[in-house]
DNA sequence: GGCTATTTGTTCAGCGATTGAATTATTTGG
DNA sequence: CCAAATAATTCAATCGCTGAACAAATAGCC
């Protein structure tokens, strides 16, 4: 992970432009049909000569296409409606988790425009390893991307683990990482992506974070606040302000997993005692279930589950129940504190949702001071278990649209 | 309370100054010494030319004034130092509370310029007559800080309750309020303030919220965040995110005296079970220290508490400790949460601290799981029982500081 | 004491980006 | 076919920042 642009310190006479740029081109990728000049000049405020000047500056950097089709009432000169454009820059977003690799390409207008996903246990493999075969896959997505004439901007990787602010991974338990300084090992292999001006070559983030973002950019569109939960063997949450990603002090927000939901309940891991995790993590659901997660590959586990809950088997459904309760308790307290409307079930929750929102919902409004007033929606995610690596390269996306003076200002 | 003002939007080229003017003039205010213009531009990257005319308007608009014993070193020309005025707008900040009214004045700098508490049972009294009263109070304050050559440009009014986004006190329990219509009220009343563009007449916010931003104001200036738990008979807690306030979705963010510390503990008048306020509130840990709250006053209750505790009485020892695990476990869901690094005891905790602190690092250390890398300090108050009119005088500077182009455009 | 180096703050012509009005382009409706 | 309406562009004017030159004020040095 990468320290956030930051508010704008001074506004130099330059910056000006360099912002406007950005606000046009942020209202063009939230709209939700193809605005014309003339909308965006009312709605931001400038006036449409300097909009058009700015829009022109969009096309020629293949950031923004005019769409010709352009839906039209009443008389006058027809607008020209502007998108985001196709063949512009593109994000690539790459993950490492227990049991596969996935590298996906996501254009300008959040289109999936490439992914692949190579299964493998990737415990035994040693970082440096698994690193080499995702640069390999890497470059396939590369050339993948300039056959449909898309120019690979920027990399974000996500980790199931804690990462500082070099891309250091500190801790990744399941995949058995500790202390891998991602960035230097890199550095020996070919470049992933083009040089781009304020587009850091590799961001390394946290897997849940960035399936957020993932979950952000599949939405609407619009500035969201919601809580991401994503249920794997580990529980992670990715907190939505917004429409931004709240990291925290140091980048290591959202570790729901270790809330405590039954303070004197069963020994965790980490140290503590009724962890929402021992309670609401796969493992445990399984258990519970009757399940035992040796017998079956790692990512058929929820599907499983959702089997047995199907057909009416009594252990599934009391388990899921007891995961539910849990993970509402953990979710009342997070509401509590931010007041978010939405929640959303991601990773192996997602499948699960028709049984895990009931008791959810059942804790939430009894614990939540405020629920009478402002009714909380729990939902299954959209994306669904690629969300990481195609939030991995939306936030590069992102980061090209919140300011694209850099990627304009690029030679070439 | 109200929405925040926002990112700015499109940038035109008045705002442009605006912007500038923010700058400069926040850099002034954080400043630990007082800078001169050459400093200001090498810091902002503006050029002196132009940090110059800014200052020139801040100046004339008696927002800043030139300090004359400017520190030196080495050989030039001196420095002239600027420092943020204390005879130019200043803010009003008002509170209400179980058993006081309190009203104060804070200046550019932070000073506190003005201060009344008027102590009375306001559970019996109106809303209408308890605010009328407060105006009176207001009054005064305004007429006070006249003749100290200050200009009110705004109010800010705590409730221990829940507000709207339109000011409306939608729930105060300790005061037996509800859906109170705080700025309907107010309209029949004398005016608080001088009208400011861009500064609300009168922001009413919940006085939890408020005391962090006290607290925040009275650190040491430069962005920060941190947990500030105010406990009182309720607990509520205010999040600081990088110098700013987290207000929630709806504003109602903070309500961590209901995050359930033993799910299946105590029944809560919330409707759960374990809420952290039945183990850590005034009352539970008056009961635990075998006190009856209706035997002392309301506001002596943790000065009585302090003296047991001194003298060593095991049961009030014993009742600071298990409330103090409590406090823990809750907090140890918000570190988790949100990655904070400082949570800062308010309110009826900040004398309690050397008694509460154990329990709660305790708890952190134990539960969560970067704890180790990443040391939590936990720190009773800077300000005391008046953190909430204080923070509301301060939201009110805040904004001016954050905005000056409105206080500038005023006519006069 | 006088000179130089050094740093601060101001003045002023120049420039870049936005502005606002006028102009051109393109369609609907009568 | 013409008038009304809406969209987009052109262009001189304007506003605020820039950069360099200049004036102001002090310390150190001979």
């Given at each position: ?64 296409t005019e ?11 027809p ?15 790459l ?6 690799l ?79 300084p991602?960035?230097a ?12 001006d ?6 390394v ?59 004197a ?33 790692a ?39 931010l ?17 895990l ?52 200002a690029?030679?070439?």
């Amino acid at each position: 992970m990468t320290p956030t642009p930051g508010p704008v310190g001074a506004v130099r006479q330059g910056s000006l432009r360099e912002l406007n740029l950005a606000v046009v081109l942020g209202r063009i990728a939230t709209a939700d049909r193809p605005p014309s000049r003339a909308v965006l000049a009312t709605e931001t405020g400038l006036t449409r000569a300097t909009v058009s000047a700015l829009v022109e500056d969009l096309i020629t950097g293949r950031l923004v296409t005019e769409a010709e089709p352009a839906p039209r009432s009443g008389a006058g000169r027809p607008a020209r409606g502007l998108v985001l454009a196709g063949n512009g820059p593109a994000g690539l977003g790459l993950e490492i988790n227990v049991d596969y690799l996935a590298v996906c390409v996501v254009d300008l207008a959040g289109r999936v425009r490439h992914h692949t996903v190579h299964r493998a246990d990737l415990r035994p493999v040693s970082p440096a390893d698994a690193l080499r075969r995702l640069v390999e896959l890497a470059g396939q997505a590369r050339a993948e991307a300039a056959a449909q004439g898309l120019t690979l901007a920027g990399a974000a990787l996500g980790v199931p683990g804690l990462v500082d602010d070099a891309g250091t991974v500190r801790l990744a338990p399941n995949l058995g990482w500790r202390d891998v300084p991602v960035p230097a090992l890199l550095a020996g292999l070919p470049p992933l992506t083009e040089r781009v001006d304020g587009i850091p070559p590799i961001v390394v983030d946290n897997e849940a974070n960035l399936s957020a973002l993932g979950e952000l950019h599949a939405g609407s569109g619009g500035p969201a606040s919601f809580l991401h939960i994503s249920g794997e063997v580990g529980i992670g949450a990715g907190i939505v302000l917004d429409g931004d990603l709240f990291r925290g002090a140091r980048g290591w927000s959202g570790e729901i997993g270790h809330i405590p939901v039954h303070s004197a309940g069963r020994a965790c891991s980490c140290g503590g005692r009724g962890c929402l995790e021992q309670y609401a993590g796969q493992e445990a659901i399984l258990a519970a279930a009757g399940l035992d997660r040796a017998d079956l590959p790692a990512d058929t586990a929820s599907v499983r589950l959702t089997e047995l809950a199907e057909t009416g088997s009594v252990d599934a459904l009391r388990a899921l129940r007891e995961a539910g309760t849990a993970l509402g308790i953990a979710v009342a307290s997070v509401v509590n504190l931010l007041d978010l409307d939405t929640v959303v079930l991601g990773g192996g929750y997602a499948p699960l949702t028709p049984w895990l929102r009931p008791p959810v919902l059942d804790e939430i409004s009894r614990r939540v001071l405020t629920a009478a007033w402002s009714p909380v929606t729990v939902r299954p995610a959209a994306l669904g278990a690629d969300a990481a690596a195609v939030g991995a390269a939306g936030s590069v996306v992102r980061r090209i649209i919140a300011r694209p003076a850099g990627w304009l200002a690029r030679t070439g």
